[in-house]
T-cell receptor, first 115, second 111 residues
Framework: NAGVMQNPRHLVRRRGQEARLRCSPM?????VYWYRQLPEEGLKFMVYLQKENIIDESGMPKERFSAEFPKEGPSILRIQQVVRGDSAAYFC?????????????FGEGSRLTVL | KNEVEQSPQNLTAQEGEFITINCSYSVGISALHWLQQHPGGGIVSLFMLSSGKKKHGRLIATINIQEKHSSLHITASHPRDSAVYICAVRGKETSGSRLTFGEGTQLTVNP
């Protein structure tokens, strides 16, 4: 039973390019969360998705960031026109059926570097 | 003031010592998580608590809901325990979906 899989593990982009980060939740998990960890800072919530629905995107920057969790395939966090300040580790976590009581399982993270 | 405060920020111990990391929070919660993060590595969930105490191997986590406080204890610490330990709470007032994190405690255990 594979854990939460994130790819790529490391991604380098130049300013203005797009970054796509993928997250495959654990088998049977239908809740996905994205968190960002800026250098020397703590983790911050970005977005919570269930299959085909965004449940809570209150932590997402208003512009350039979007997330989806389609019926088939991984969840994708998309960052358009990246800037240096987007350099961070992006972690995905998944949980089974209920968010309030479900254990969270984290991926290894995707580390984005913007040149 | 952050909603979740951890202490200490940094902790250095000798192998074999008993370690305590504290977490205080200011909001009503439905659950509290203790997480472990190794340098450059992923995040591992150690415990999820809503009351009382849990134990796993050399790790013990306790929570006092009335005092809004939790502790993570490591008995007989080992250099491989060196990592950042993060306290995170799931608020009652939110959709229940988001965690609010402490800044983490950097633990170094020397041989």
């Amino acid at each position: 039973n594979a854990g939460v899989m994130q790819n790529p593990r490391h991604l380098v982009r130049r300013r203005g390019q797009e970054a796509r980060l993928r997250c495959s939740p654990m088998k049977g998990h239908s809740h996905v969360y994205w968190y960002r960890q800026l250098p020397e800072e703590g983790l911050k919530f970005m977005v919570y998705l269930q299959k085909e629905n965004i449940i809570d995107e209150s932590g997402m920057p208003k512009e350039r960031f979007s997330a989806e969790f389609p019926k088939e395939g991984p969840s994708i966090l998309r960052i358009q026109q990246v800037v240096r300040g987007d350099s961070a580790a992006y972690f995905c976590a998944s949980s089974p059926w209920t968010a309030n009581t479900g254990e969270l399982f984290f991926g290894e993270g995707s580390r984005l570097t913007v040149l | 003031k952050n909603e979740v405060e951890q202490s200490p920020q940094n902790l250095t111990a000798q192998e074999g010592e008993f370690i305590t990391i504290n977490c205080s929070y200011s909001v009503g919660i439905s659950a509290l998580h203790w997480l472990q993060q190794h340098p450059g590595g992923g995040i591992v969930s150690l415990f999820m608590l809503s009351s009382g105490k849990k134990k796993h191997g050399r790790l013990i986590a306790t929570i006092n809901i009335q005092e809004k406080h939790s502790s993570l204890h490591i008995t007989a610490s080992h250099p491989r325990d060196s990592a950042v330990y993060i306290c995170a709470v799931r608020g009652k007032e939110t959709s229940g979906s988001r965690l609010t994190f402490g800044e983490g405690t950097q633990l170094t255990v020397n041989p």
